[in-house]
């Protein structure tokens, strides 16, 4: 455990296993159904994407795109693109790694409730549970125009208990005369969302003890950290207070609207985790940071008075960013540091086949 000027704890390495709400327990039987269904189109209203399409081991489990394609789109990551004639818009924020999200909501001493964790960009659902099921829902990322919302989740749970390898699995994961429901498919996402770990970078083994594990420019790094004041808001193992704050990230262009934020227009966004960002560029809530040299000049720029966004002013800004010391984009402790917080050991596993028959992950070829 780190300890900050003021004797807070306020960094710690993450803990080996992760913890699953108490209804929810994890066996494998569930993180293997889960694995399928996360991989398997036949969730998606048009039967062309699936959870992996946007979180895939190749781009560290998130997209490596600004923003995301989702149903109608083509390809992988970079070069995903949407097919010709497609109606659908493009999702309007960046898809998020889920690497380490079994951690989400840890407080400063890497306490967290599983069955109350924060998720998405604007906090608007609450465990893993309640959002797996809310991209089955969305008409840009899973339904497409194939059904309306309301019957989104339903649709699919029909489409899975008419698959006899689902049934199956579903029986053998949950037991019970209807084991094919929307809440245990809820459930077998999450079980194996739980098991996708990043949690042995070289900063998690320096604070277990190993101090050969970062480099001396990266401790010069972590005590800038400190020092500018970055870990006011980024802190804890998971490097986020998880809370919503106005930054006044610029719009990005490729939307055909600003992006409010949360809380009816105030464009406030959730602290973004700092984990493994070496493999999972583009940065921010809508992936205008290319790399986390345009992040600290951002902050640069923000501390200097310099607004990047005519919808957000100066003293809408959140205090904190004002508060920040003084830092530059070419800080190279401050960033060497912020890249030992990657570890690249992460499950790279992708099935050779999901029970639909239909292509693994989507059409991402």
Known sequence: MEVGAAGQSVLSALPSAP??????????????????????????????????????????????????????????????????????????????????????????SGRYDPANAPMFWDLRKKSLESQALE????????RGNTYPRGVAVARVVEKLRANAE????????????????????????????????ANNSPFDRYMRGDRSAMTEEQVRGMQ????????????????????????????????????EGAQNDTYAFRTAS?????????????????????VVGFYEDTRGGRARNPNVSSEELDPLVRELGEVEADD???????RALSDDSFDRTIPERVPSGLPVGGKIQ
């Open 135 to 142: 991209p089955l829902k969305s008409h840009e990322e899973m």
């Open 19 to 108: 913890q699953a709400p108490a209804d929810n327990p994890t066996t494998p039987a569930k993180v293997a159904l889960g694995r399928l269904l996360f991989w398997d189109p036949l969730l998606s209203g048009p039967e062309d994407v699936a959870c992996a399409t946007c979180h895939h081991p190749q781009n560290g489990w998130a997209e490596n795109r600004d923003v995301s394609v989702g149903v109608t789109g083509i390809g992988l990551g970079s070069s995903r693109r949407l097919a010709p004639g497609s109606t659908i818009p493009l999702v309007k924020r960046n898809s998020p790694t889920v690497l380490n999200i079994a951690f989400s909501g840890s407080d400063e």
């Open 274 to 294: 700092l984990r493994n960002l070496t493999f999972t560029a583009p940065y921010s809530h809508n992936g205008m940071f290319r790399t986390l040299v345009d």
């Open 332 to 338: 190279s402790d401050l960033i060497e540091f912020l």
């Open 224 to 259: 800038r950290f400190e020092e500018v004041g970055c870990i006011k808001c980024h802190k804890g193992p998971m490097f986020s207070d998880y809370k919503l704050h106005v930054m006044g990230v610029p719009d990005n262009p490729v939307l055909p609207a600003s992006d």
């Open 166 to 197: 689902y049934r199956s699995l579903f029986a053998g994961a949950f037991g019970g005369e209807q084991p094919v429901n929307a809440q245990n498919l809820a459930r077998a996402i999450a079980a194996f969302e739980r098991t996708l770990l």
